[in-house]
Nanobody, 123 residues
Framework: QVQLVESGGGLVQAGGSLRLSCAASGRTLRSYAVGWFRQAPGKERDFVAAISWSGISTYFADSVKGRFTISRDNAKNTVYLQMNSLKPEDTAVYYC????????????????WGQGTQVTVSS
């Protein structure tokens, strides 16, 4: 079992930045690909970014390319989502998830999920 806890969310003005963290406990995260997803009120959960277990491969939704980066520190059992140039449409609850098989953009393939952290971007 892997327990994931997100942190770093909050309220920020448009154009600002936040860094989300996804910390794991129970098992080392180094064997898992990790994805970030987000869900805005009344909308479906959407893929944001993913990183392979090695950190070599990363993937981003078109809506965040060039603004968000994803990284990992396996020694700290943590994955980060750096969010720059934030827009009001980035407002959502952000979730991290871990997958032991593949780096994927599909939420149903992830085995473990955190509880989410709220990001609110004001205009």
């Amino acid at each position: 079992q892997v327990q994931l806890v997100e942190s770093g969310g909050g309220l920020v003005q448009a154009g600002g930045s936040l860094r989300l963290s996804c910390a794991a406990s129970g098992r080392t995260l180094r064997s898992y690909a990790v994805g970030w997803f987000r869900q805005a009120p009344g909308k479906e959960r959407d893929f944001v970014a993913a990183i392979s277990w090695s950190g070599i491969s990363t993937y981003f939704a078109d809506s965040v390319k060039g603004r968000f980066t994803i990284s990992r520190d396996n020694a700290k059992n943590t994955v980060y989502l750096q969010m720059n140039s934030l827009k009001p449409e980035d407002t959502a609850v952000y979730y991290c998830a871990a997958d032991s098989i593949a780096t994927t953009t599909y939420d149903y393939e992830y085995e473990y999920w955190g509880q989410g952290t709220q990001v609110t971007v004001s205009s």
